[in-house]
């Protein structure tokens, strides 16, 4: 059950506005390493948990929450950004054509569909797609794929940190990649608390595997190559129970011919008796 | 650049053609958890590597070129287990429409849209989209993507597993689960290689994040609760640069009125002057 | 600014458990009636409002909160109707095969991908997309964008609870379907909150758009006909600005033939000199 | 049945050529607030009317074959703002290359991908989907969104008339505009015809729906406030069939823990003994 | 310019309605092989072309006209088969909810979002997309999409004749696979009546190309094979530019490595010193 | 099953390296007409051939590979383009944020998600989608869609060659336009190789399609018209099995009417006794 107060978790100010800066702030809303992604990620995930695991749900319903007060933020930061632009507060007799037109050259749907608003859409403009989130019933796979949302939603944030000067967007940015910084630590820490996750997910019964390839790494190499000697070559497995070994050659051996179609799909063109002719 | 041999990397039987699961098989084609997508991903983070990172580049373009090799094997298993099904192997008599509807009961694009064979689509027959596809252009980012698509990927062929009783096609996943036993394991190993890679990007400047939330867990709990003295509220974290603490309050304090949009987007309805009569 | 509580808005209780109904349910969550739409769209709706608009920036975000409880309560329906369905609490001997049978047959990637959970995706798999979210910057626009929401979703909920027998489900259908009519008549009694909205946007000066046909029903039909006296070709228009009126034939006159395309654009092929021989 | 003339439906000249405005009219011929949208909407609608709704079938079709012709002269608009423009009708010296490259840095799949004419996606390219379509069957339900569809596209017409200062553009964005206001009236008028729509769907029995929370405004706010006294907080509800009121706290009291999981789903982590450890 | 007519293009009747088939026939109105697709297609192909391709843009223009009564017609076929279906024509006794549950057994959409009419959606519910349209802008390319479409289009309907043992869904199928083949012949007769239209775009200088490989078959074999004398590895080029000849081994020779990306990308992580220990 | 060697197929070299350049080459990867699309659609086709196809498979796997290939070169270019661009090679004393500005006018994704590397997106930002790809299981409607894919490819390429200066560019395109060249040529020559293979699919009984419409060009004019003798109208149709005839006027007769929907699905208004009072 949710609840909401009119206040954004944290300031959002903007000194000189930006439109382009508006265009790029969408990725962190919806795009692939956004906050809509995370929100809705840390729900799903959450709601498929069984007794147990109280304090891994609360875990993520508690973070699914803060995400949302920041897709906030970040709205608030574009609409700063569009508004109070410097083209639009220029002198009074200037054409609104220039203005729209400043508007439009960055994201045009920012100011045609959404009235120089924060839209569901990334910094291209292509719209926020459920296919982005990973929830896949496993709490280990689950938290790999928050570290990696956490990993590339803070990559995102630094470089949106370097393209602007602006104090208010450095302020609102650097507490971002702050909370970025305590969520990488810890989903893996959550990680930790596992016994023994990988390999991912841990309660297959391991030696239903093929016990040949396991712990192989096969090259896929034209000419045939020794051993590189890397470290995923060679040693102990991080999983601990098994050891790397190096194959310079894939197995092979399959047939590349498919069944013959039934008749009804059509699929047979008349066959030249002699295509090479 | 890239080779082929017509042969596939592992042999593919079916003992008992069944089109549902040449449905559901689909899904680690084409969807979220599917092969196309490491095969792609694994290129796409090797093309964005300077020198200096060989070993890296080749780490992900040897597997991008196995797990090629993956997509072909899944879509032979496909094509076996549309074409072979017992339905259309009945007695003469039987009515073709009696097959089409068996086909068609499953994926109907599989049999409308492509004659009995595998398509670039998931099990629901969603087509794959770029969209599934991680690359950060930061190693570690990438690593831990690859872990995550790795760890999915196994429960999806575990979940495949107990689906089927076919013998060629427990195989088939034994080795596929196997594959991704090793692939998981060389993604961390790699990961473990790197100096210090948490909080991901690594470079940036710590000391420019806000001090005050970066190892801070804040509860968003409507009322407001003791430290739970979880492993993410209390000690190290466990990227050894700070010590967890715990808030039972989000900061706040941000203003959520808007700017004034411009005139010309006519975003401004008639306001009426007492709303609430 | 988001809290939640680790609670279901209202109760939500299986008796008789049905995979196939926790496929339908997809679509009031992530499909384009459901309530990931509405919980999105009133946010983004909110955060375009300037000041002077606190009335509807509460009222949105009010219900925006409340409608992200409906997410999580509907996601609670499909794991209860997933995971303890008759099928697997058979006996004991019964083949876990046939299990995964039965779950496979209705949406696949609710067992493949989300191991028997809810997903971010419509009742036929399709991920939920940004492209259904409407938020204009318009007050006027967006309330109708609203209205028009809830209508479709009451209207998937009766469909739903038509469908159902079961009495825990027919009781959280009642009352989501209570709350559209509920949003329904707010969106309603919003927009007659403003002066005078239509025609949306109403600050457009309408002396600058066309006068010969701002009000007049204009046919399409291949054959002229007489003026049908319909309550939309006579007698004033709803907005009061206007009398309709009807015309039998399109006004036509513009031409159809595109410019050339500069030569650098390879668009022409050598066009025969005689192409009707 | 349709037919066409080869003829523009209203005249469409461009003065002054304009790469850039090519780009933002692709919003109103393949975005979610474009033609494209509306015309195959009215006829999925009108294809769903039984027997008894002639009238409605009628302004459904009619409206609908005259938005394919609005399609028509968008992409007449396009193809005059891209090819005739003073970039391309500079010096004969001019290199191509500065061509090119003012055409792409518009949308540059208008020049890569069309040769310099218009697309079927909207102003950043995204293509059109039929996601943005709505037609629920629902006749009360269609006209909302009809209104809706209207009024969010002659937003969008009016943001386009404000941006461009060519009168053949100004002039044709004033006819489609004066369309857009008879088309949202036409719907409405439609609308007022049926016999008590509201709310939508009108045919379900109210009585079966949660009699404690159809006309209530349940606040969510985290904490608890007085009836603020809105017009949606009290008064006679819109539809005539109830009376507002105000809830300071939702219902709550559902239970979120989700039922065990099948084990061949793999979801169960090795959960630790303990967790906080 | 287009104008309607309440008649279907050709009589749909539906003897014995199959709720199954309604939900395969979306394959041929919102399917990749649709008639959404040519429709379109058709469009915007000719509002590309200039002065001169009168023949052109009409041949283009009436067959697109065509296509959209296709689309009715499939519409009325679909709404055909669900609403006339056996399962609701049952006992009165019959409960409404096993009626539902035919319905969802197929397409849910169809009835949740529908209300049991035709959407804009493939046979697995898909939405149409405007990425399934080919428009060039260049005549030859559009007319080889035309001929692919239709042939992809006609393969389509043959599935969907083999499937049914309806009369008149076999009869309606015979008109529109009748209709495909008449426009195949007639795209390849228009590409015949362009002069010299390979290699596409014809007006491309073709000594501009690399002179090297632009007849070459260059073999991707991991070991190199001999020629195999098939009809594209010898003898003239159908173009009649060139001669085909084999290469048993590519170019080669690029470097693979990326240059340095800016530090502000924050890409590097801290290189372990030595990776392969 | 595949191989790799870590070198570009040709060599691939940027002179001076230019972000726009970099964006638009996003199409020739990931978009509709992309090499991402003929890679896997070749493979596709290839999967569902049976037994003596050998010379068709090899065909279409040979060149899948090959396109893989041109993936890599067209990524190499990117990095190249995007890397050693010379706003970042000026002063060092220059603004990161200038630098940051400069890569994210182009697509911003390159920049904020990629860190100036290629992406699985087209020129737009738009993610490639399994939806580009062809593979019907009919071999000659997939040879047509592969001439379509390669003419649409090579027109792209050309539009690419006209935009650059760069002389490395032009080299590498110099050489993809020559195998576009190679590849129409193939496909082209493969489709001869068949027996009689229009109308496809050549299987389905001519004989049972519909024989008054399956060689006639009918007119959609709203106006009847004299036969225009267009090639397409008179004379032997290519396929030698028909002449081709005009009629002037669409057959129609179809009724229109829907079937009244099952009354569960709720959509039936409260029709108006009077609707056009």
Not at 70 to 93: D, W
Not at 167 to 180: F, Q
Not at 255 to 272: F, G, L, M, Y
Request: no cysteine; proline share 8%; aromatic share 8%.
């Amino acid at each position: 059950m949710f609840f909401q107060e009119p206040e954004l978790q944290y300031e959002v100010t903007v000194e000189n506005p930006d439109p382009h800066f508006a265009k790029l702030l969408q990725q962190a809303i919806g795009g692939q390493e956004g906050e809509m992604r995370v929100a809705l990620q840390y729900m799903f995930q959450a709601w498929a948990l069984p007794e147990g695991y109280e304090e891994y749900r609360n875990l993520l319903m508690e973070t699914a929450a803060e995400e949302l007060g920041h897709i906030e933020m970040l709205a608030s930061a574009v609409t700063k950004n569009l508004r109070g632009s410097p083209t639009e507060m220029g002198e009074e007799a200037q054409e609104t054509a220039a203005t729209a037109e400043a508007m439009t050259r960055q994201n045009p749907r920012q100011f045609l569909s959404a009235g120089e608003s924060a839209m569901p859409v990334d910094s291209n403009g292509v719209p926020f797609t459920g296919g982005y989130i990973a929830a896949s019933g496993n709490l280990a796979g689950d938290l790999y794929a928050n570290v990696m949302a956490e990993a590339t939603g803070r990559t995102l944030a630094t470089r949106l940190w370097e393209y602007t000067d602006d104090p208010g967007m450095k302020d609102m940015l650097s507490y971002l990649i702050a909370r970025d910084t305590m969520h990488q630590n810890q989903w893996i820490e959550a990680l930790d608390s596992l016994e023994d996750p990988v390999p991912v997910p841990a309660s297959f019964p391991q030696e239903q595997e093929n016990q040949d390839v396991n712990y192989t790494f096969i090259s896929t190499r034209r000419d045939q190559q020794p051993d590189p000697s890397y470290p995923w070559t060679q040693g102990e497995s991080p999983d601990g129970k098994g050891q790397f070994s190096y194959a310079a050659e894939q197995p092979g051996g399959g047939e590349v011919v498919a069944p013959e179609p039934d008749s009804i799909t059509h699929d047979e063109p008349n066959r030249s008796a002699q295509p090479d002719e």
